[in-house]
C-alpha cells in the first residue's frame, strides 16, 4: 500500500509540477515578457496544460485509486492520505471526463483571445474581441457538456470554481442579498458622497510601493516565499509553497489603487503560504475554491485594511512617506478609503457596491450559456442593466462588458460568483475569529496581525484543499455559507459613518 | 514525406519548448525566485530535463529520420530541410547515448552543488564543495563514458560544445597561442600600468544601467524582442527567437563591470535574435557552438566596445550621463578601459590576459578527468599553477578555484575552451567583415553599427545551427580556425598603446 501511495504521490508531483511551471509562463508573460515572446508563450503554455490533462487521465492513476480507496476508507477522514485519495479522485473523476485535445484547444484559443482583448480594450473595440468571446461561448459550453447530467448549463463551470455550489444555490444566496443590500446602498448614497480628494494627490510611485510592501510584510506576506513585481492587472500566482507571488500596479493620482490591491494580492497570498508544507507537490497545496480564496484576500484588504483599527497605526507612517498628508486628519482618510458611490468599474468599487457588479455578471455569464443573451448583443445589455442598478451608464464598452479580463482570457461561466460568495464567507469567518479572540481589533491597532493570521492559518490555510469550503466553513463557523454576518459588518460600519 | 517531415517538426517543436521552458525557469531562479523558491525549482528543471531527453530519445524520432533520410540526401547540403535532418540526427544519436534518468540526476545533482556553491564561494569554504565537485566529476565521467572510443576522456565533452574539436586539437591550438601570447604580455606588464582611477569614482546604479541599455540598443539588441534585468553573474537566455534576455550587474564604484557585460552578453544575445526566425521551434534554432556564441559576445565588447572608434561617438553622451568625467580626457579614458594587468579573476581580466584564465581551467579539467588531479588537490594546484602563470597568489580560494560558477552548476570538461576559441573566432570573422566593409570602422565613429551587425547577421547569425563551427568558419573566413587574426589585432591594438 505504501509503495502504490508513493507511486501516486511520484505522479502528483510531476502533475503539480507540470502546473506551477505553466503558472510561472502566465507570470512572466503579465510581468516582464517582451511583446516578442508572445506567440511561443501561449504555444509553451498550452503544450503544458495538454501534458498535465495527460498525466492526470492516465488509467494509471484511476488504477491506483482504486487500489488505494480500501486503505482510504480505513483512514479517517481528514487525515492526509485519506484526504489527498479524496481530492485526488474527484480531480481524476474530473479531469477524465475532459479530452486533452479539448484543453490544449481551449488554451491556445484563451492565449489569442487574451492577447486581443489586450488590445480591443484600450481601443474600445468591442467587434475586435466579439469572435473570440463567441469561440469562447461555445468552447465553454463545450466544456460544461463534457459533465452531462447538470440542471443548469452553468452548473459544471460554478462547480469547478466553487465546489457545491450551483447556479440555483448563487442565485438565491444572491437574491437574498440584493434583497438586504440595495436599501443599504440606497441609504448611503441618497447622502452626499465622501471627500476623497487627500488621495487623488500625486503620490510618486517609489513611495507607493515601498509603503505597501512594508504593509504587506507586517500583515503577514513573507518575502523570502515571495515578492512582488509590477503588472497591469494585479493577481497572484504560486509555483510551489515556498514560493508565492503578488504583483502590483501604481497609479499616482490614486494613493487606494496599490496600496488596496497589494492588500488584496497579499490575502490570497498568505492563505497559499499557509498551506502545509507537507502538501506541497500534491492536490491539496491549494487554496479550496475561488470563494474561500477571495474571502482571505477581501478580509485582508477590507475587513482590515479599510478599518479605523488598522490605520490608528499605520496612518502616521503614510504621513511620513507623504507629507501632503500632514493636514489630512485621520477621520477624513478613514471616510475617503471608504467612499460609497455608485462607479463603473467592478475592481475600483467600494465593499457595498461591488457585489451589484457581481451579480450582473453572474447573470449574463447565464445567459449567455443558456442562449437568452447572444455574445453581439452583450455590450447593448450590459448598459442597460447597469442603468438599471447602478442609475449609471458607461460611455463606451471599454469600461463596459470589455472591462474585466475574465471572458476574454478564461470561459464564460463560474468566472465571478466566487467575489461575491469570497465577501460572504470572510465575514463568516472573521465574526468567527472575533469571537476566539476578542482581543484582535485592539491589537491590530498597535501594529499586531499575527493573533489573527495565526488564527487563519490554523483554522484555514494550512488545510489547503483537504476540506471543501462547505466543510470548511462548517468546520470553522458551525454553519452554512449566509449572508447575516457579511450584512450585520456592513451595517455596523457603514451606520457608524452614514447613519443608515 | 512532406507529413512525415510535419511530424518530426512537431515532435521537434515540443522539445524545444520543454528545454526553452527550462531556460525560463533557470532565468528566474538567476533574476526574481525568492530564495524559498529553490527546492521546487531544481525538482521542476530536472523534470523537464528529463522529458526533453525521453522525447528526443523516443525511437519515432529515429524511425522519422530514417525515412527521411533519402529525402535529406535528395536536397542541396545547405537546404533547410536537410539541414534540420542532419542537425536532428546528431542530437538523436548523442542523446540516445545517455539514459534520461542519468539526465535528471545529473539536473538534480547541478542545482543542489549550485545551491551549495552560492554559499560556499562568499564564505571561502571549499570544504563544502567539495564533495559536491567530486560527485560531479564522477558524472562528468560517466556522461563521457556514455560515447565510448574516444582518445581523451574531455573528448565527448568538448564536443558537446565545440563540435569537431578535441582534447587533442585545442592543446595544440592553445600551446601555440600561448607562445604567442606570452611575450605580449610579458611586453605591457613591464611598462607602468594604465591608470583607470577614472573609472573607479561612484557611478549611480540607475545611470549606469540607462547608459548600458542606450548602448546596446544602439548596437542593434532589439528591446521588443528581449529584455535586462538584473543578476549576480551576468548572462543572456532565450525562450523563443523573439524572446533573448540578458542580465546585468552593476557595480557602483567600477563604471566598467556593468556596461562591458551588458554589451557582452548584447553579443550573445544579438547572435540568437539573428537566427533565421523560420528556424523556430527547431534544433537549428539557436547558436552554433560554444566558441561561435563567445566569438560574438567579445567581438561586440572588446572588438567594437573597447575600439576608439566606438568612444569617439560615445564618450560625449557618457560625460553627460556622469558628470565627474568631464575633466578626463578621451584618451585617459581609453587607456582605462584598456589596461593591462595580470589579476585574480577571469570575468575581471583584460583582453589580452584573459586567455591565460582558460588555459589555466582548461588544463585543470583534463587532468581531474584523467584521474591525474585529485579534487581535494584542486585548490593548492589552482595556488601554484595560478603564481606560475600570472606570478600572483589568490589570498584565498573564493577568488581561486571557487571564483567561476562552470565546475559547480555544470560538469567538469568542456566547459572553458569555448572562451578562447571564441577571441579566436571573433577576430576571424571580424578581419573578414572588416574586409567585405573596410568601412565600419568609420562608421562606428559615427554611432553607426549596422553594417557590422548586417554583415554578422547574414554570414553568421541567421543560419544558426545550419553549419557547423569548422563548416561555418571555412565558409566565412575560407579558412581553419587559427590564432594569426587575433595575435594580429593584439599587436596592432596594442603596440599603438604600448610599443610592444
Given at each position: 500500500?505504501?509503495?502504490?501511495?508513493?507511486?501516486?504521490?511520484?505522479?502528483?508531483?510531476?502533475?503539480?509540477?507540470?502546473?506551477?511551471?505553466?503558472?510561472?509562463?502566465g507570470?512572466d508573460q503579465?510581468?516582464?515578457m517582451?511583446?516578442?515572446?508572445?506567440?511561443?508563450?501561449?504555444?509553451?503554455?498550452?503544450?503544458?496544460?495538454?501534458?498535465?490533462?495527460?498525466?492526470?487521465?492516465d488509467?494509471?492513476v484511476?488504477?491506483?485509486?482504486?487500489?488505494?480507496?480500501?486503505?482510504?476508507?480505513?483512514?479517517?477522514y481528514?487525515?492526509?492520505?485519506?484526504?489527498l485519495?479524496?481530492?485526488?479522485?474527484?480531480?481524476y473523476?474530473?479531469?477524465?471526463?475532459?479530452?486533452?485535445e479539448?484543453?490544449?484547444?481551449?488554451?491556445?484559443?484563451?492565449?489569442?483571445?487574451?492577447?486581443?482583448?489586450?488590445?480591443a480594450?484600450?481601443a474600445?473595440?468591442?467587434?475586435k474581441v466579439?469572435?473570440?468571446?463567441?469561440?469562447?461561448?461555445?468552447?465553454?459550453r463545450?466544456?460544461?457538456?463534457?459533465?452531462?447530467?447538470?440542471?443548469?448549463?452553468?452548473?459544471?463551470?460554478i462547480?469547478m470554481?466553487?465546489?457545491?455550489?450551483?447556479?440555483?444555490?448563487?442565485?438565491?444566496?444572491?437574491?437574498?442579498?440584493r434583497?438586504?443590500?440595495v436599501?443599504?446602498?440606497?441609504?448611503?448614497?441618497?447622502?452626499?458622497?465622501a471627500?476623497?480628494?487627500?488621495?487623488?494627490?500625486t503620490f510618486?510611485?517609489?513611495?507607493?510601493?515601498?509603503?505597501?510592501?512594508?504593509?504587506?510584510?507586517?500583515l503577514?506576506?513573507?518575502?523570502?516565499?515571495?515578492?512582488?513585481?509590477?503588472?497591469?492587472?494585479?493577481?497572484t500566482?504560486?509555483f510551489?509553497?515556498?514560493?508565492v507571488?503578488?504583483?502590483?500596479?501604481v497609479?499616482?493620482?490614486?494613493?487606494?489603487?496599490?496600496?488596496?490591491?497589494m492588500?488584496?494580492?497579499?490575502?490570497h497570498?498568505?492563505y497559499e503560504?499557509?498551506v502545509?508544507?507537507?502538501?506541497e507537490?500534491?492536490?491539496?497545496?491549494?487554496?479550496t475554491?475561488?470563494?474561500?480564496?477571495?474571502?482571505?484576500?477581501?478580509?485582508?484588504?477590507?475587513?482590515?485594511?479599510?478599518?479605523?483599527?488598522?490605520?490608528?497605526?499605520?496612518?502616521p507612517?503614510l504621513?511620513?512617506t507623504?507629507?501632503?498628508?500632514?493636514?489630512?486628519?485621520?477621520?477624513?482618510?478613514?471616510?475617503?478609503i471608504n467612499?460609497?458611490?455608485r462607479?463603473?468599474?467592478?475592481t475600483?468599487?467600494?465593499?457595498?457596491?461591488?457585489?451589484?457588479?457581481?451579480?450582473?455578471?453572474?447573470?449574463?455569464?447565464?445567459?449567455?450559456?443558456?442562449?437568452?443573451?447572444a455574445v453581439?448583443?452583450?455590450?447593448?445589455?450590459?448598459?442597460e442593466?447597469?442603468?438599471?442598478?447602478?442609475?449609471?451608464?458607461?460611455?463606451?464598452?471599454?469600461?463596459?462588458c470589455?472591462?474585466?479580463?475574465?471572458?476574454?482570457g478564461?470561459?464564460?461561466?463560474?468566472?465571478f460568483?466566487?467575489?461575491?460568495?469570497g465577501?460572504?464567507?470572510?465575514a463568516?469567518?472573521?465574526?468567527?475569529?472575533?469571537?476566539a479572540?476578542?482581543?484582535?481589533?485592539?491589537?491590530?491597532?498597535?501594529?499586531?496581525f499575527?493573533?489573527?493570521?495565526?488564527?487563519?492559518?490554523?483554522?484555514?490555510?494550512t488545510?489547503?484543499?483537504?476540506?471543501?469550503?462547505?466543510?470548511?466553513?462548517?468546520?470553522?463557523?458551525?454553519?452554512?455559507?449566509?449572508?447575516?454576518?457579511?450584512?450585520a459588518?456592513l451595517?455596523?460600519?457603514?451606520?457608524?459613518?452614514?447613519?443608515?
Amino acid at each position: 500500500m505504501e509503495q502504490k501511495l508513493q507511486e501516486l504521490k511520484q505522479r502528483l508531483q510531476e502533475i503539480y509540477d507540470l502546473d506551477h511551471i505553466g503558472m510561472l509562463l502566465g507570470w512572466d508573460q503579465s510581468t516582464y515578457m517582451p511583446p516578442g515572446g508572445a506567440a511561443a508563450r501561449g504555444r509553451q503554455m498550452a503544450m503544458l496544460a495538454q501534458m498535465s490533462q495527460e498525466k492526470i487521465i492516465d488509467p494509471a492513476v484511476g488504477k491506483l485509486l482504486d487500489d488505494l480507496q480500501k486503505y482510504a476508507e480505513s483512514l479517517p477522514y481528514d487525515s492526509d492520505d485519506a484526504s489527498l485519495i479524496r481530492v485526488t479522485r474527484r480531480d481524476y473523476e474530473r479531469a477524465t471526463k475532459v479530452p486533452p485535445e479539448f484543453v490544449a484547444r481551449l488554451s491556445a484559443h484563451q492565449a489569442a483571445s487574451y492577447q486581443a482583448w489586450t488590445q480591443a480594450r484600450p481601443a474600445d473595440d468591442f467587434a475586435k474581441v466579439r469572435p473570440h468571446l463567441e469561440k469562447t461561448l461555445e468552447l465553454s459550453r463545450e466544456f460544461a457538456n463534457y459533465f452531462p447530467g447538470y440542471a443548469h448549463i452553468a452548473d459544471p463551470l460554478i462547480d469547478m470554481a466553487d465546489y457545491g455550489m450551483k447556479a440555483a444555490s448563487v442565485r438565491a444566496l444572491f437574491a437574498q442579498l440584493r434583497e438586504n443590500l440595495v436599501p443599504i446602498v440606497q441609504a448611503i448614497t441618497s447622502q452626499p458622497a465622501a471627500d476623497d480628494a487627500c488621495l487623488k494627490q500625486t503620490f510618486p510611485e517609489e513611495g507607493q510601493i515601498a509603503f505597501s510592501c512594508q504593509v504587506v510584510k507586517r500583515l503577514g506576506f513573507d518575502y523570502e516565499r515571495g515578492r512582488d513585481d509590477k503588472t497591469h492587472h494585479p493577481f497572484t500566482t504560486s509555483f510551489s509553497v515556498n514560493d508565492v507571488r503578488i504583483t502590483t500596479r501604481v497609479q499616482e493620482n490614486d494613493l487606494g489603487d496599490c496600496l488596496f490591491s497589494m492588500i488584496h494580492e497579499a490575502g490570497h497570498a498568505m492563505y497559499e503560504q499557509g498551506v502545509n508544507p507537507a502538501y506541497e507537490g500534491t492536490p491539496l497545496a491549494s487554496g479550496t475554491s475561488a470563494g474561500v480564496h477571495e474571502s482571505q484576500s477581501r478580509t485582508w484588504e477590507n475587513l482590515v485594511g479599510r478599518s479605523r483599527g488598522f490605520w490608528e497605526y499605520f496612518y502616521p507612517d503614510l504621513q511620513k512617506t507623504f507629507p501632503h498628508l500632514k493636514n489630512v486628519s485621520l477621520e477624513t482618510f478613514y471616510r475617503a478609503i471608504n467612499k460609497v458611490q455608485r462607479s463603473l468599474i467592478r475592481t475600483d468599487a467600494d465593499e457595498v457596491t461591488y457585489n451589484l457588479h457581481v451579480m450582473l455578471r453572474f447573470d449574463f455569464e447565464l445567459q449567455m450559456l443558456e442562449g437568452t443573451l447572444a455574445v453581439k448583443d452583450l455590450p447593448a445589455a450590459w448598459h442597460e442593466r447597469f442603468e438599471a442598478d447602478f442609475g449609471l451608464r458607461a460611455p463606451d464598452d471599454k469600461d463596459g462588458c470589455l472591462q474585466d479580463v475574465h471572458w476574454f482570457g478564461g470561459i464564460v461561466g463560474g468566472m465571478f460568483q466566487g467575489y461575491t460568495l469570497g465577501n460572504l464567507l470572510g465575514a463568516q469567518f472573521y465574526a468567527a475569529a472575533l469571537e476566539a479572540h476578542p482581543e484582535i481589533p485592539a491589537e491590530m491597532k498597535q501594529g499586531k496581525f499575527d493573533r489573527l493570521h495565526t488564527w487563519l492559518k490554523e483554522n484555514i490555510y494550512t488545510h489547503g484543499r483537504k476540506y471543501t469550503a462547505p466543510e470548511l466553513v462548517k468546520r470553522v463557523t458551525g454553519s452554512e455559507i449566509a449572508i447575516q454576518p457579511y450584512i450585520a459588518y456592513l451595517r455596523a460600519k457603514y451606520d457608524e459613518l452614514y447613519k443608515i
